[in-house]
C-alpha cells in the first residue's frame, strides 16, 4: 500500500465537492449579504462625505495662519478674527486628559486580564467601566463642576482636563482589555517557561504584543475627547486674547467650546469662525489618526 493511500478518501470527497459546486440557494444569500453590506458602507459614507465637503467649503473661507495665530475677537460682531486661544486649549487640555485616562485605562485593562482573574474587584472595575461609559458627556461636566470648581472657586483648564479624562478612561479600559484577551495565552507559557516573572512578561510579551489595538483604543478615545463641548461649557470658562498655557490657574478655552458659541450667534463673522474652527478640528484629529496608524503599523511590524 502506497503512503499516499490513506488521501485518497479525502481526495475523492474533493472532488465530488468540486464537481457538485455551491447551490444557487447559496450563491444567492451570499450576494444578498455581500450586497446588503456595500449598502451599508455607502449609507455611512454618504452622509459622511457630505458633511466633510460642506466644512471645507465653508471652513476654508477664513481658514489660514492668519486664523491660526490671531486670538478671538471679543466681539462676535467682527469679521475674521482667529482661534489661536483656542486651538493651543484644546491641546493642552486633550493632552493632559490622555496622560490621566490612558495610564490608569491601561492599568486598569492589565489589572482585570492578568491579576484579576474575575474577583469582585475585577468585575467592579469592569462594572464602573460600563456605567461611566453610559453617562452623558453633560452630566460628567456638571460632576466635575460640582467637585472641583464650585469648591475651588474658579474655571481652570485641568478641570476640563478631568472632566474629559472621565469621558476617556472606559473607552481605553474596554479597549485594553479586549486587546490584551487577544494574546495569545501561549506567549505568557513560553516567557514563563524562561523564568520570567509575570510582571516583567506583561511589560515585555504581552503589553507590545497589543500595543497596536491599544493605540488604536486610546486613539478613538482622544478623538472623543477632543470633540466634546458639554463637560467643557461648566469647567474651563472663556477666554479671548492670549493662550492661557497654565492649565491650573484661570479659564481656557478650546476649539469645541468655540464651535458652540459662534455657531449660535446670529453674525455672519461668528459663524464663518465656527466653520473654520471645525475644520481645524478635524485637521487635528486627522494628523492624530494619521500618527497613531504609523505608530501601530510600526509596532506590528517588529511584534511580527
Avoid at 164 to 179: G, N, Q, T
Wanted: aromatic share 8%; proline share 5%.
Amino acid at each position: 500500500m502506497s503512503a499516499t493511500t490513506p488521501d485518497a478518501p479525502a481526495r475523492v470527497a474533493l472532488s465530488i465537492a468540486s464537481a457538485a459546486g455551491v447551490s444557487p440557494a447559496r450563491r444567492l444569500r451570499n450576494g444578498l449579504a455581500t450586497g446588503a453590506m456595500w449598502f451599508a458602507l455607502a449609507a455611512a459614507l454618504i452622509p459622511l462625505g457630505f458633511l466633510i465637503y460642506y466644512v471645507l467649503r465653508r471652513g476654508t473661507e477664513i481658514f489660514g495662519l492668519h486664523f491660526l495665530t490671531s486670538p478671538i475677537p471679543v466681539s462676535q460682531r467682527v469679521i475674521g478674527g482667529g482661534m489661536e486661544p483656542a486651538i493651543v486649549g484644546t491641546l493642552l487640555i486633550t493632552g493632559m486628559a490622555t496622560l490621566i485616562a490612558v495610564p490608569l485605562g491601561v492599568l486598569g485593562a492589565v489589572y482585570i486580564v492578568e491579576y484579576g482573574a474575575d474577583n469582585r474587584l475585577a468585575r467592579v472595575i469592569r462594572f464602573l467601566a460600563d456605567v461611566m461609559a453610559g453617562v452623558p458627556s453633560i452630566v460628567m461636566g456638571l460632576f466635575i463642576y460640582t467637585i472641583w470648581v464650585v469648591r475651588f472657586h474658579h474655571f481652570t483648564g485641568f478641570a476640563g482636563s478631568l472632566a474629559l479624562a472621565c469621558l476617556m478612561l472606559p473607552i481605553v479600559i474596554r479597549s485594553s482589555e479586549s486587546m490584551l484577551r487577544l494574546v495569545p495565552r501561549e506567549l505568557r507559557e513560553a516567557s514563563y517557561a524562561l523564568g520570567t516573572s509575570k510582571s516583567r512578561t506583561i511589560l515585555t510579551v504581552v503589553l507590545p504584543a497589543a500595543a497596536a489595538g491599544i493605540i488604536s483604543g486610546c486613539l478613538l478615545a482622544v478623538a472623543r475627547a477632543a470633540g466634546e463641548t458639554a463637560p467643557l461649557l461648566f469647567t474651563i470658562g472663556i477666554i479671548f486674547r492670549k493662550p492661557n498655557l497654565n492649565l491650573f490657574s484661570g479659564a481656557n478655552t478650546s476649539l469645541s467650546a468655540q464651535i458652540f458659541t459662534n455657531a449660535n450667534s446670529p453674525y455672519t463673522g461668528a459663524q464663518e469662525r465656527a466653520w473654520a474652527a471645525a475644520l481645524t478640528l478635524l485637521g487635528i484629529v486627522l494628523v492624530l489618526s494619521i500618527a497613531a496608524r504609523m505608530v501601530s503599523s510600526r509596532l506590528t511590524t517588529k511584534a511580527a
